[in-house]
C-alpha cells in the first residue's frame, strides 16, 4: 500500500495559461485548444494578492514550490509573485520555455533571489527541426537556446526538460551533450502524457529503445535522468515512481487544487478552502483509488515504480496506461555488495518530517519514509562520525541505512569533515 502524506509538501503552481509556445503535447488540461490556444473563453488567472493568499494556506507543509503555467513568466505580475514567495522563504524552481519578454531583466530578478533554487528549461531537440516540431514556433530554438546560455552565464542552476518524441528519440544523446555544452547542471528526459498524438507520440517500440538508450547514456556518466515515470512492466529503467497524490499536487492559475498537472480532477480549491480539506477530499481519495489492485498487491517493482500513471487511466479512452504490462513477480535477488571506506564521514541532506505513518526524509522531490528505529542512524549522520563509528554503535543495518539513503541522494560522504553550512 502506498503511504499519504497528511499534506502535501510539493507543489506545480500553474500560474497563467497563456503560453508563447504552441506544443501539440502541451500538458495544460485546462485549455481545450492546445494548438492555436486562442483564450477567448479562459477566465483570468488569480492575481499576485490571490496567489499570496495560497501560499499563506501551503507555506506550513511546502518544502518546494513548482512555478509553472502556461509560461508562468507571462503572467502580468510575475516578479511580485516571485517576491512574495521569496519573503515567505520558500524555494521554488521555475518551469519554463526560456522565450522571455525581457531575459536580461528576468535573470536579474533570479539571480537576485536565493530562494529560486533552479530553472526547468524546455529543449526537445538538438536542432531547431527537432525542438520546433515540438515547441510548434519557428525561431524558439534559438531563442530558447540563446537564454540557456544567459541564465547558466549569470550564475543561476539550469536543468533542461525534453519530451521524447517521434522526431527526437534518436538523438536524445545530442540533446545531452547540448544542454551539458549549454552549462545545464543535467538534463531531465520526460515520456509524453497526454491524449494520443500519433504524430509526436514514439511508437512502443521507439520509446523502448530510447528509454534503454537514455539509461546506457546515464551509466556512461551523462548528466541526465528521467522526469517522469515509465513503467517497469513495460522495460527496466532507472526511472522512479510518480508522487501526485501521495506528496505532491497541482494548484490551477484558478486556485484549483489538482492531484498532478496531466490530471484534470478538481478535488478543490484553495481560494476558499483549507489544504488538508482538498488533500483528503472523496475526489482525490477516489482518484488515489484509480491505481489497478494487481500494481499494488501482485508486482515486485511497485515500490520503486508505484505503478501505473492515474492520470492516463483518466483521459485516455482505453482507461489504462498504454504502457502497463502484467505485474513483475515477485524473486529473490542477491544481495549487491558495496565496498566502502571505513574513515569516511556521511553528513544527511534531508529534512525529516513526522506522518501518522512514521517518519518521512525530504530533499527536494525526493520524499523517502525511515522507519522509527532509524533515526538515531540519520541523526549520526552529521559529518562528523566515521562509517566505522556507526557500524561499531549501530552495526550492519546501520551501514545499509546509511548506504539506502547515500543511493537515495539523501546522504554524502566526505573524506574528512565537512565544514558547517
Not at 219 to 244: H, I, M, W
Not at 412 to 418: A, L
Request: proline content about 7%; some cysteine; overall charge neutral.
Amino acid at each position: 500500500m502506498q503511504l499519504t502524506l497528511n499534506a502535501p509538501v510539493l507543489y506545480s503552481c500553474e500560474l497563467t495559461p497563456l503560453c508563447n509556445n504552441r506544443c501539440p503535447g502541451c500538458f495544460n488540461v485546462f485549455i481545450d485548444d492546445t494548438v492555436t490556444r486562442p483564450m477567448r473563453n479562459v477566465r483570468p488567472p488569480l492575481a499576485a494578492a490571490q496567489w499570496d493568499r495560497i501560499f499563506e494556506k501551503i507555506q506550513p507543509h511546502a518544502t518546494r514550490l513548482k512555478l509553472t503555467g502556461g509560461e508562468p513568466t507571462l503572467h502580468p505580475e510575475f516578479e511580485a509573485i516571485a517576491r512574495d514567495i521569496a519573503a515567505r522563504n520558500m524555494t521554488f524552481t521555475l518551469f519554463t520555455n526560456a522565450r522571455w519578454r525581457n531575459p536580461a531583466r528576468l535573470v536579474d530578478l533570479l539571480r537576485a533571489t536565493p530562494q529560486c533554487v533552479g530553472l526547468l528549461i524546455s529543449l526537445h531537440g538538438a536542432d531547431a527541426e527537432t525542438h520546433e516540431a515540438y515547441s510548434g514556433v519557428r525561431g524558439s530554438f534559438d531563442e530558447t537556446v540563446d537564454n540557456i546560455r544567459r541564465a547558466t552565464k549569470a550564475g543561476l542552476n539550469v536543468a533542461t526538460s525534453t519530451v521524447m518524441t517521434r522526431q527526437n528519440f534518436p538523438h536524445l544523446d545530442a540533446v545531452i551533450q547540448l544542454a551539458v555544452k549549454l552549462g545545464a547542471d543535467h538534463a531531465v528526459i520526460n515520456r509524453y502524457l497526454g491524449q494520443p498524438l500519433p504524430e509526436i507520440e514514439p511508437s512502443e517500440e521507439e520509446l523502448k529503445r530510447a528509454v534503454l538508450d537514455v539509461d546506457r547514456l546515464i551509466q556512461d556518466g551523462a548528466r541526465a535522468k528521467f522526469g517522469n515515470c515509465v513503467p517497469q512492466c513495460f522495460v527496466e529503467n532507472s526511472s522512479t515512481g510518480c508522487l501526485a497524490g501521495v506528496a505532491y499536487c497541482a494548484i490551477s492559475p484558478w486556485g484549483e487544487m489538482r492531484p498532478c498537472n496531466h490530471s484534470p480532477r478538481v478535488v478543490g480549491n484553495l481560494m476558499n478552502e483549507s489544504v488538508e480539506a482538498a488533500w483528503h477530499s472523496a475526489e482525490m481519495d477516489a482518484w488515489r483509488g484509480l491505481m489497478p489492485e494487481a500494481c499494488e498487491s501482485s508486482c515486485a517493482a511497485f515500490s520503486k515504480c508505484h505503478g501505473a500513471c492515474r492520470a492516463l487511466i483518466e483521459i485516455r479512452s482505453e482507461e489504462r496506461d498504454p504502457l502497463r504490462g502484467a505485474p513483475i513477480p515477485f524473486a529473490p535477488k542477491p544481495a549487491s555488495r558495496v565496498t566502502l571506506y571505513e574513515g569516511l564521514h556521511p553528513r544527511a541532506h534531508c529534512h525529516l518530517r513526522q506522518e501518522e505513518f512514521g517518519m518521512v526524509l525530504m530533499r527536494g522531490n525526493k520524499v523517502v519514509p525511515l522507519a522509527t528505529q532509524d533515526v538515531p542512524v540519520l541523526m549520526a549522520c552529521d559529518g562528523v562520525h566515521t562509517l566505522r563509528e556507526i557500524e561499531s554503535q549501530f552495526g550492519k543495518r546501520g551501514l545499509r541505512v546509511v548506504v539506502g539513503l547515500q543511493q537515495r541522494g539523501l546522504v554524502e560522504f566526505y573524506e574528512q569533515t565537512p565544514l558547517a553550512a
